[in-house]
């Protein structure tokens, strides 16, 4: 819709052109280079600092993947016997994913926290979830299911379940500077505006598609980082969060189904 609105505003430039007005206003030969080159060099910034952060979040919960097999895995193979607090765990390892999407996205986390108790959650979620895992190794080391070195083990996975969560509240609570993207609004007005004017004199009624063009391409781009600048969201460019927690309860609850081939 914009570029169309620019299209149209860019006639005005071809009427000035025709008419008796046309030494008026001319603009200096090579304005128009000189602005692309900036709103280039802008666009980019923007763009690169959006993917940036888009990467960061994919790489945290792809960190968050490993991390939730690995505890899985070394929670399989280090507690004996599997009991009901061992059952609790398995649960836990699987909600922290769907807790930490939800508390991402402020949405409701009834769903998320199934088959435990919603109503024992006191405060952060995702906190909450990790505290009660640490509260089970604690159990677990005092009642010598398992000894010191059993319990570091653990404890390398599941501390990187919150280090995950603030990278990812980081990314969410901070976006990009609001002062450059009104600056890079105001530019890319700017450039539009100019353009039509700049480029008469040599292409006449191309112009029109010219400007139509150029418009949308650049409107585009700042359109594409603001989409991609939320990565948590549900919509638009947002990860698959529902796809990545499905994988670690996948493989979170392969691995719990498997006997250790060696007993301790």
Same mark, same amino acid.
């Given at each position: ?13 071809? %009427? &000035? ?6 030494? /008026?206003?001319? $603009? ?25 952060? %888009? ?10 993947? =490993? ?6 895995? &070394? ?10 607090? $061992? #059952?609790?765990?398995?649960?836990? +390892? ?10 991402? !996205? ?10 435990? *108790? ?12 990790? =505290?009660?895992?640490?509260? @089970?190794?604690?159990?677990? &080391? !005092? ?8 319990? %570091? ?5 599941? &501390?990187? $379940? ?7 509240? *980081? +990314?969410?609570?901070?976006? @990009?500077?609001?002062?450059? !993207?009104? /600056? ?12 039509? %004017?700049?480029?008469? =004199?040599? $292409? ?5 598609? @010219? ?7 650049? +409107? ?8 991609? #600048? ?23 609850? =392969?691995? /719990?189904?498997?006997?250790?081939? +060696?007993?301790?």
């Amino acid at each position: 819709m914009m570029s169309l609105l620019a299209a149209a505003y860019s006639g005005l430039a071809i %009427w &000035k052109e025709n008419s008796q007005y046309r030494s /008026f206003g001319d $603009f200096p030969s090579g304005l128009e280079a000189v602005l692309s080159l900036a709103i280039g060099m802008l666009l980019a910034f923007r763009a690169n600092r959006a993917f940036d952060r %888009w990467w960061e979040a994919r790489t945290l919960w792809g960190t968050l993947v =490993n991390a939730s097999r690995n505890l899985a895995v &070394k929670t399989n193979n280090l507690v004996t016997p599997r009991d009901e607090s $061992f #059952e609790t765990m398995h649960h836990l +390892i699987v909600a922290f994913p769907r807790v930490l999407r939800d508390s991402l !996205r402020n949405a409701p986390q009834a769903e998320s926290l199934a088959p435990l *108790r919603q109503d024992l959650v006191q405060g952060h979620a995702p906190s909450w979830v990790v =505290n009660q895992m640490y509260g @089970i190794l604690e159990n677990w &080391k !005092r009642d010598q299911r398992i000894d010191h070195a059993d319990f %570091w083990i653990l404890d390398r996975e599941a &501390k990187i $379940f919150l280090e995950v969560c603030g990278g990812c509240e *980081r +990314i969410k609570n901070t976006p @990009i500077a609001l002062s450059y !993207r009104v /600056f890079l609004i105001h530019a890319l007005a700017l450039f539009v505006l100019t353009l039509p %004017w700049g480029i008469v =004199n040599q $292409f006449g009624y191309w112009t029109i598609p @010219i400007t139509f063009f150029t418009s949308y391409f650049t +409107i585009a781009a700042e359109g594409i980082a603001s989409h991609v #600048e939320q990565p948590f969201t549900v919509e638009g460019d947002g990860l698959d969060l529902d796809g990545l927690c499905q994988t670690i309860q996948s493989s979170v609850d =392969n691995i /719990f189904e498997t006997q250790p081939t +060696i007993e301790r």
